[in-house]
Every structure is written in structure tokens, then in C-alpha cells.
């Protein structure tokens, strides 16, 4: 399927003002990046680059989704690292390095790449962590500790050319294969390998909706699904790209006498015999759209069939879910985060998308638990596609989404053998011997020899497209105002670089043409007003970077410096106790990580009574 101007509408002119915003923001980041370049900061010039890719991933996307020009401060900053001696070939099993930026515990990159070191015994696997600033999750070392590799972690304090030449020393020094996990603005990676020589550096494109940095150096980009595939040739100008899906563990058949499904059934007070529909997925992906409301539609299901629940699981009992769940005597449930949610698929019997952003990893594990699934209307890649999927009922709008899950709510002997065609599909592909098979063909596509290509041509997206997304990240609220546009960035920049940027009145002027706002205030009516805008981004920006202190030193077992920097806060601050981002390193600074874990277990145990 080819994306155009067809399966969106025209251009929103209030959206494209906020995009042209975000694009003036995006080259005032690179305009910083090459100043500090040519005065040799190469530390700051890649904070800055750090920033732009950030909001260009984010809130502030403008429509493209890589960048020729920011990889190209990138690569001027490799050129001013050393080029350590390549490790020489060894025989025995290759040694392939998964480089992060951060990892977790039950996240879906994370869970990728774990996966991806359990499933292939034929490789020693070592992982690089970047910039991880919480523990590193138990569950990965134990992974990386039984392929006989090594998990490495670098300080996440430490400045990114340093942290770039560490990747690339231990790259060149150890590596035949790296794998690149990286996050959207991770810049350090870019850097490490922005010269040629040393190992292929393979790219994992497990955010393929949205912008990233890293184009220039992948000799090989690897897709999770088809539209992934198609936006890295149509527009981030990269050639070499394939398929490899997301690695699942084979897990139990479906079976409705479970004492398990049962067991959670009844904790959620549904009867044994009624029909559940289970959706997962984080509550920003289910924020209405015009046209695309979800929870309207699930409410419009439920009360169509009397005897059905419903399971949202991400989603809180607040809001719409929770007037829903009135409407409908009780039988919308949203159970919010869960750490595991397996035994969810167990008691379910149907899953549906959500929508208008689908979450293609929960689907794929919900089908290979048996259930059948029903797809959500919109194009890919905001809604889930795989090669898998392809048998899945999808609805072309609203209603026919509402009308493809009631025929399967009421037809059970359809519902099962969807449900069996779905997991055997997906197991053939996502699952043991079928996905190690498309691993070894992609082994082989892999070149000897690391090349840089600094030429690729990106080209952005339709208006539409980016205006409906940014709708969409902006949930119900109104486009953002130039103000607000500004301390959000710049808080940002304050954060990562170290340095104390402030809002000149020449980009202010800028912003406020481009957003097409009335700016009446002149003069030193207009400098006070950009003056307070300044202030509020200093108190934002030392917010965060004391926040950053605070954590860093936690993690490195600093707990008492964590506790003044805290208390400092706290004294000039006492507003911060009543919120949680201050209260959770409180908690680990006081009592230490091992009892903070069990207090947030304990915390977390309530949310659903099993």
C-alpha cells in the first residue's frame, strides 16, 4: 500500500502553522549546532542536534522524518574522533553488538532485542547501554549473560563525544555485527559510527512512524512491517531496507477453561459465560479525533450486545472510560498500566485495535495467544500492519469497525477458527524456526565493510498527514500557542545542553509571522513579555537539569547527594512535594532502589484486584 494525498484530507491551515513553527524551531537547533561547531564545542553542537531530533520526533514534528542536514553536523563531529585498530577475525561464533539508549523492563524495543539474544544461539550477544539513567532491567542481563556476552553500560552523565568514542572503541574492538535500538533523537550512535570502516551497523526501526537520526550511517535499515518499509524508501531517502518481524515467545493454545482466565474474570466481577473484549494500548493512542473516536464506538458495541465487556488495559478509569464505563452498567473496564498482559489475552475472547494509533506489538501478542482480532480503520503507519495481519478483518470506517466486531461477538465458531488461522500465521512468521529463517537471510544481506552515505535525500510526508498527527499528539487540546511552542524547546535545550539559551527578539518576531498570531505588544510592552517567557524557561530548565543531577546520582549510589540537591529543591520549591516526579526520587534516594521498587509494586497491586 502506497501512502498519499488520497487517504488524507487537505492541509489543516491552523496545524500547518504550527508545523512551519516547528520547522523554524528545528533549523534555529541547527543554527545553534553549527556555531558551536565552528567554535569547536563539538559537545554542545550535538546537545543541539540532541534537541532538534527530539522535537522533531515528538510534538514539534514538521513532516519529515529524517534529515540530511543534521546528519551532516553529525559526521563532522565523527571526523574529530580517533579511529581505534579494527579487531582482527577470530574464529568460533561471531559477536554481534545491540546498542540502546536506554533500556526497561517490559517496553517493546527493549522486549525486541531481548528477544532477539534468546531466540539466536548462533551469535554471542553483547549490549551497549547509551544514556541509562534508571536500573538496568534484570531481564535483559540475565538474556545477555546466557548468549556469554556482555552488558555494558556507559555513564549517561558523561558528554556524547565521549560517549560516542566509547561505542565506537568497543564497537571496532569487539564487534562483527552492530545492531542499533536506539531512540529517535540518539545522536551519540550517529556520531560513533559517522566514518567508514569497523563493523556493519544494521538499524532497527522499531519507531518507524516517526523522525530519527541514523540514516546516514545504516548499511542495512530492518523493518518491523510493511509501512515501515515503504516510509524508509519514500521518505527518509534510505535504499537498503527489509523486513524482519517483531520476535514473539510461542506461548499456551487458547483455552477458554483456563482456571486462570477464570480466576481473572471473576477478580474484574465478568461472568464466566459473557464475551470479552480486550484492547491494550497507552491512553494517549485511544485521544478522539474527528471521526475516530474509540470509546464512542466501544460504547456503541457494548450496548449493542448485551451480554459483552470489554478489558482496556493502559487506559484509566477516568474520563471517557469512565463515563463509558457508566453507560454501559460496568461492562467497560479500564484496568490501566499492567506489567504483564498475558493472562489479559487468557480471559479474553476477541481483541480489538484501538484507535486513531494502533499497538502493533500488543495485537501480534494477543493473536498468537489465539485470540482473533479486529483491525482498526486509518492507514498504516498509525494504525498496526504486518504481514501476518493480512487475514484480519478491518473495518473501512466507524461503523463498519462496529459492525465487523459484532458479527464475530456473535458468531463464536468463527471467532475461534479466525482466532487459529491468526496464531498459526503469526507463529509461522514471528515465532521460533520461521522468524530464526528470516534472520539468517537477512545475515547474509548484511555488507563486510561499514560505509557512511551522507547523500541520502529525505522527502517529507503530505500536509495532511502531519497535520492529522499532530492533532493527534495534541489529544483535545487546541494548537499550541508560539509561547508555548518556545518554553517547551527551549526548556528542553536548557536541559541538554548545559548551557542557559535564551529567546532572542528576532527569532520571537520570526515565530509569531510564521504562526500568523497577533503580536500587538511593541517596544517594552513586547520586552517584557519575552522577558517573562525567558524566566519561565530558566525555571523549567533548571527543573529538569536538577531533576537529571538528582538521578544520576541515585543511580550511581549517591544517595546523599541526591538527598541535598532534593531538600534544596524542596526549600525553594515546597509545591514540588505533591508531585510524583519529585516524590519518586525522594522515595529511592530515602529508602533506596530495592525498597522503592516494592513500594511502587505495592502501589501498583491496587490498580486491579486479582
Same mark, same amino acid.
Given at each position: 500500500?502506497?501512502?498519499?494525498?488520497?487517504?488524507?484530507?487537505?492541509?489543516?491551515?491552523?496545524?500547518?502553522?504550527?508545523?512551519?513553527?516547528?520547522?523554524?524551531?528545528?533549523?534555529?537547533?541547527?543554527?545553534?549546532?553549527?556555531?558551536?561547531?565552528?567554535?569547536?564545542?563539538?559537545?554542545?553542537?550535538?546537545?543541539?542536534?540532541?534537541?532538534?531530533?527530539?522535537?522533531?520526533?515528538?510534538?514539534?514534528?514538521?513532516?519529515?522524518?529524517?534529515?540530511? =542536514?543534521?546528519? #551532516?553536523? %553529525?559526521?563532522? @563531529?565523527? /571526523? !574529530?574522533?580517533?579511529?581505534?585498530?579494527?579487531?582482527?577475525? +577470530? *574464529?568460533?561464533?561471531?559477536?554481534?553488538?545491540?546498542?540502546?539508549?536506554?533500556?526497561?523492563?517490559?517496553?517493546?524495543?527493549?522486549?525486541?532485542?531481548?528477544?532477539?539474544?534468546?531466540?539466536?544461539?548462533?551469535?554471542?550477544?553483547?549490549?551497549?547501554?547509551?544514556?541509562?539513567?534508571? =536500573?538496568?532491567? #534484570?531481564? %535483559?542481563?540475565? @538474556?545477555? /549473560? !546466557?548468549?556469554?556476552?556482555?552488558?555494558?553500560?556507559?555513564? +549517561? *552523565?558523561?558528554?556524547?563525544?565521549?560517549?560516542?568514542?566509547?561505542?565506537?572503541?568497543?564497537?571496532?574492538?569487539?564487534?562483527?555485527?552492530?545492531?542499533?535500538?536506539?531512540?529517535?533523537?540518539?545522536?551519540?550512535?550517529?556520531?560513533?559510527?559517522?566514518?567508514?570502516?569497523?563493523?556493519?551497523?544494521?538499524?532497527?526501526?522499531?519507531?518507524?512512524?516517526?523522525?530519527?537520526?541514523?540514516?546516514?550511517?545504516?548499511?542495512?535499515?530492518?523493518?518491523?512491517?510493511?509501512?515501515?518499509?515503504?516510509?524508509?524508501?519514500?521518505?527518509?531517502?534510505?535504499?537498503?531496507?527489509?523486513?524482519?518481524?517483531?520476535?514473539?515467545?510461542?506461548?499456551?493454545?487458547?483455552?477458554?477453561?483456563?482456571?486462570?482466565?477464570?480466576?481473572?474474570?471473576?477478580?474484574?466481577?465478568?461472568?464466566?459465560?459473557?464475551?470479552?473484549?480486550?484492547?491494550?494500548?497507552?491512553?494517549?493512542?485511544?485521544?478522539?479525533?474527528?471521526?475516530?473516536?474509540?470509546?464512542?464506538?466501544?460504547?456503541?458495541?457494548?450496548?449493542?450486545?448485551?451480554?459483552?465487556?470489554?478489558?482496556?488495559?493502559?487506559?484509566?478509569?477516568?474520563?471517557?472510560?469512565?463515563?463509558?464505563?457508566?453507560?454501559?452498567?460496568?461492562?467497560?473496564?479500564?484496568?490501566?498500566?499492567?506489567?504483564?498482559?498475558?493472562?489479559?489475552?487468557?480471559?479474553?475472547?476477541?481483541?480489538?485495535?484501538?484507535?486513531?494509533?494502533?499497538?502493533?506489538?500488543?495485537?501480534?501478542?494477543?493473536?498468537?495467544?489465539?485470540?482473533?482480532?479486529?483491525?482498526?480503520?486509518?492507514?498504516?503507519?498509525?494504525?498496526?500492519?504486518?504481514?501476518?495481519?493480512?487475514?484480519?478483518?478491518?473495518?473501512?470506517?466507524?461503523?463498519?469497525?462496529?459492525?465487523?466486531?459484532?458479527?464475530?461477538?456473535?458468531?463464536?465458531?468463527?471467532?475461534?477458527?479466525?482466532?487459529?488461522?491468526?496464531?498459526?500465521?503469526?507463529?509461522?512468521?514471528?515465532?521460533?524456526?520461521?522468524?530464526?529463517?528470516?534472520?539468517?537471510?537477512?545475515?547474509?544481506?548484511?555488507?563486510?565493510?561499514?560505509?557512511?552515505?551522507?547523500?541520502?535525500?529525505?522527502?517529507?510526508?503530505?500536509?495532511?498527514?502531519?497535520?492529522?498527527?499532530?492533532?493527534?499528539?495534541?489529544?483535545?487540546?487546541?494548537?499550541?500557542?508560539?509561547?508555548?511552542?518556545?518554553?517547551?524547546?527551549?526548556?528542553?535545550?536548557?536541559?541538554?545542553?548545559?548551557?542557559?539559551?535564551?529567546?532572542?527578539?528576532?527569532?520571537?518576531?520570526?515565530?509569531?509571522?510564521?504562526?500568523?498570531?497577533?503580536?500587538?505588544?511593541?517596544?517594552?510592552?513586547?520586552?517584557?513579555?519575552?522577558?517573562?517567557?525567558?524566566?519561565?524557561?530558566?525555571?523549567?530548565?533548571?527543573?529538569?537539569?536538577?531533576?537529571?543531577?538528582?538521578?544520576?546520582?541515585?543511580?550511581?549510589?549517591?544517595?546523599?547527594?541526591?538527598?541535598?540537591?532534593?531538600?534544596?529543591?524542596?526549600?525553594?520549591?515546597?509545591?514540588?512535594?505533591?508531585?510524583?516526579?519529585?516524590?519518586?526520587?525522594?522515595?529511592?534516594?530515602?529508602?533506596?532502589?530495592?525498597?522503592?521498587?516494592?513500594?511502587?509494586?505495592?502501589?501498583?497491586?491496587?490498580?486491579?484486584?486479582?
Amino acid at each position: 500500500m502506497t501512502l498519499s494525498e488520497k487517504d488524507f484530507s487537505a492541509p489543516d491551515p491552523v496545524w500547518r502553522r504550527t508545523a512551519n513553527v516547528s520547522r523554524a524551531f528545528f533549523a534555529h537547533c541547527l543554527a545553534e549546532a553549527r556555531s558551536r561547531s565552528a567554535a569547536r564545542d563539538f559537545d554542545v553542537a550535538l546537545q543541539w542536534c540532541s534537541v532538534a531530533a527530539w522535537a522533531a520526533s515528538g510534538k514539534g514534528w514538521f513532516g519529515e522524518l529524517s534529515s540530511a =542536514e543534521l546528519e #551532516a553536523e %553529525l559526521l563532522h @563531529a565523527a /571526523q !574529530q574522533l580517533p579511529v581505534p585498530s579494527r579487531k582482527s577475525a +577470530a *574464529a568460533g561464533r561471531p559477536r554481534w553488538l545491540h546498542v540502546m539508549s536506554e533500556a526497561y523492563a517490559t517496553l517493546g524495543h527493549t522486549n525486541l532485542c531481548r528477544r532477539w539474544i534468546q531466540f539466536d544461539p548462533t551469535v554471542t550477544h553483547d549490549v551497549l547501554l547509551l544514556n541509562q539513567r534508571s =536500573e538496568t532491567p #534484570a531481564n %535483559l542481563e540475565a @538474556a545477555v /549473560q !546466557q548468549a556469554g556476552g556482555r552488558c555494558v553500560v556507559l555513564d +549517561a *552523565a558523561a558528554p556524547p563525544m565521549e560517549r560516542a568514542a566509547a561505542l565506537r572503541q568497543y564497537a571496532w574492538e569487539n564487534a562483527d555485527v552492530v545492531v542499533l535500538h536506539t531512540h529517535p533523537d540518539e545522536v551519540a550512535a550517529t556520531v560513533a559510527f559517522g566514518v567508514a570502516g569497523g563493523p556493519p551497523v544494521v538499524f532497527m526501526n522499531h519507531a518507524d512512524h516517526v523522525f530519527w537520526v541514523g540514516c546516514s550511517v545504516a548499511d542495512l535499515v530492518l523493518e518491523i512491517r510493511m509501512s515501515g518499509h515503504l516510509w524508509t524508501k519514500q521518505h527518509r531517502g534510505v535504499a537498503g531496507s527489509e523486513i524482519l518481524p517483531i520476535p514473539l515467545v510461542a506461548a499456551g493454545g487458547h483455552a477458554p477453561d483456563l482456571p486462570e482466565r477464570k480466576a481473572l474474570r471473576r477478580s474484574l466481577g465478568i461472568p464466566d459465560e459473557a464475551v470479552v473484549l480486550l484492547t491494550v494500548g497507552s491512553p494517549a493512542k485511544y485521544a478522539p479525533m474527528p471521526g475516530l473516536d474509540f470509546v464512542a464506538a466501544a460504547r456503541e458495541i457494548l450496548q449493542a450486545n448485551p451480554g459483552t465487556y470489554l478489558v482496556a488495559v493502559g487506559p484509566r478509569d477516568i474520563g471517557d472510560w469512565a463515563a463509558a464505563k457508566l453507560a454501559t452498567n460496568g461492562r467497560v473496564l479500564a484496568v490501566g498500566y499492567q506489567r504483564e498482559t498475558t493472562r489479559f489475552c487468557n480471559a479474553a475472547d476477541l481483541y480489538i485495535e484501538g484507535f486513531p494509533l494502533g499497538s502493533l506489538t500488543a495485537l501480534l501478542e494477543a493473536g498468537e495467544a489465539g485470540l482473533p482480532c479486529v483491525l482498526a480503520p486509518g492507514v498504516p503507519p498509525f494504525i498496526c500492519d504486518s504481514l501476518s495481519l493480512a487475514a484480519c478483518p478491518q473495518g473501512t470506517d466507524v461503523p463498519d469497525y462496529v459492525q465487523k466486531v459484532t458479527g464475530l461477538i456473535r458468531a463464536a465458531a468463527a471467532r475461534a477458527a479466525s482466532g487459529r488461522e491468526l496464531q498459526q500465521t503469526i507463529r509461522s512468521q514471528h515465532c521460533g524456526a520461521g522468524w530464526l529463517a528470516r534472520l539468517e537471510e537477512i545475515k547474509r544481506l548484511i555488507p563486510v565493510r561499514h560505509q557512511v552515505s551522507p547523500d541520502f535525500k529525505p522527502f517529507g510526508v503530505v500536509p495532511g498527514m502531519c497535520d492529522w498527527f499532530l492533532k493527534c499528539l495534541a489529544s483535545k487540546s487546541a494548537p499550541p500557542t508560539v509561547s508555548a511552542l518556545a518554553e517547551r524547546l527551549f526548556a528542553e535545550a536548557w536541559r541538554r545542553t548545559g548551557v542557559n539559551p535564551q529567546v532572542t527578539l528576532a527569532l520571537w518576531t520570526e515565530l509569531y509571522r510564521l504562526a500568523g498570531e497577533q503580536n500587538e505588544s511593541s517596544g517594552a510592552a513586547a520586552a517584557q513579555m519575552l522577558e517573562q517567557l525567558n524566566q519561565r524557561i530558566k525555571g523549567c530548565g533548571e527543573s529538569n537539569r536538577t531533576l537529571d543531577a538528582i538521578r544520576d546520582a541515585i543511580r550511581q549510589g549517591r544517595n546523599a547527594t541526591a538527598r541535598r540537591l532534593l531538600y534544596r529543591r524542596l526549600a525553594a520549591h515546597p509545591g514540588c512535594l505533591l508531585e510524583a516526579t519529585w516524590l519518586r526520587p525522594l522515595a529511592k534516594a530515602h529508602l533506596g532502589a530495592a525498597w522503592s521498587r516494592r513500594l511502587k509494586g505495592g502501589f501498583r497491586s491496587r490498580a486491579v484486584v486479582l
